[in-house]
């Protein structure tokens, strides 16, 4: 027997705000407080989205043409094409001069707090092909950037300035736009944090070619989260803290298999230990549990029974790559697959009774939830499959 839990299922879910997610055709949508994201498109994979809070701190996030935006020799016409949500939002930037000079809009957004940053904005080609992305700190001397490719979609390299370190790129496609986002560890002291997009290279331009932009965020953290929309003020996003009773997915307790697939997006510089999901009694004493070691970088199964710990089962896995694993649970015999490999059998496993709840990116009291967790297949069975089979169904 085999119950595989739909991604229509809506678990109950805290989050008490609206948060946006990608739909099939590329466009941005809004899902409503309380409901959990269970139609979220990731390189043509459907799943359901559980995301950490985070807020964005810049505002007037579409009005390109505001004061909030720096502008150094370029022209911005408002409103100019649809943006990613549908909307004829997007703004239009161009060189404006063909003059030998700096040409970069920007915002900063004043703050002491060091660490990773991230900034993400959705840029389109119109004439302009190539751009300079940096994230930095107001003096400009620490930060991170990199070249990108309005055509094709390509990221250079990313090179770290000063002492910022662990600087990182990602590039999402968003419809026929690019989501692209720059992570910087700005770890010296702050006065602001800032967005800096600059026509062609690092140096002065000719260029009057324009390009467009929508939909810029910033926010504390070492990856991106999905798109808040900001007018005046800095808006949060409340994490996803989504469950379901056990009752009702026809979940057996007392022995079998678990298969899921998806993608676990985690700080890769962190020391954290990141829920991909937990099956508890409502506390820590009894409980298993999928999650990320960041340290690590280990995607992690274990058990706890009576408040004692059993299986600590790992295999290697990357930040945001694809993933398919399976776990055996049972009396004296655990295990964990991942990509074709498995972990190796525990043999000495106590598992717990009284098991209520499957939750979702959190624990029991809602900690540990710093991982965006995107799930696109999720089957229980009652029944201990073989490491074998583990392996071959995750391979």
Known sequence: MSTTVPLTTVYANTRNGTATYVQSDGTIATQSALLTRTDHWISGQRGRLLE????????????????????????????AAVAPDGTTTADEIAGASATSNLKIIFQTFATTTTGFWTASVFLRRNTETTLSIRLNDTAGTNGSRFIFNLSTGVAGSVTNDGTATDGAVSVFAVGDWWRVSITSNLVSALTGV???????????????NSYYAWGA????????????????????????????????????????????????????????????????????????VIFINESTGNFSFEVYSGGSGFAFET????????????????????????????????????????LTTLRWQADEVGANAGAVVHITKFATYAKEFSDATLNAETA
């Open 52 to 79: 950490p809070s985070r807020t964005n701190s810049f505002v007037k996030s579409q009005e390109f043409d505001d004061a909030t935006w720096g502008k150094t020799n370029v022209t911005v016409t408002a409103n």
């Open 194 to 208: 800032q967005l800096n997009i600059q026509h062609e290279t690092f140096g002065p331009s000719t260029s009057t």
């Open 315 to 354: 295999v290697s896995y990357t930040s945001g790559a694809y993933f398919k694993a399976g776990i055996r649970y049972e009396n004296n015999n655990c295990v964990l697959s991942l990509g074709g490999s498995d972990s190796g059998a525990d043999t000495s496993v106590t598992l717990p009774s009284g």
């Open 217 to 288: 965020q910033l926010e504390q953290g070492a990856f991106p989260t999905t798109y808040i929309p900001t007018s005046t003020v800095a808006v949060p996003r409340l994490a996803d803290r989504a469950s379901v009773a056990l009752s009702d997915i026809g979940f057996d307790a007392a022995g079998g298999s678990i298969f899921i697939e998806g993608r676990v997006y985690y700080n890769a510089s962190g020391s954290g230990f990141p829920r991909v999901f937990q099956i508890d009694d409502g506390t820590s004493n009894n409980r298993l």
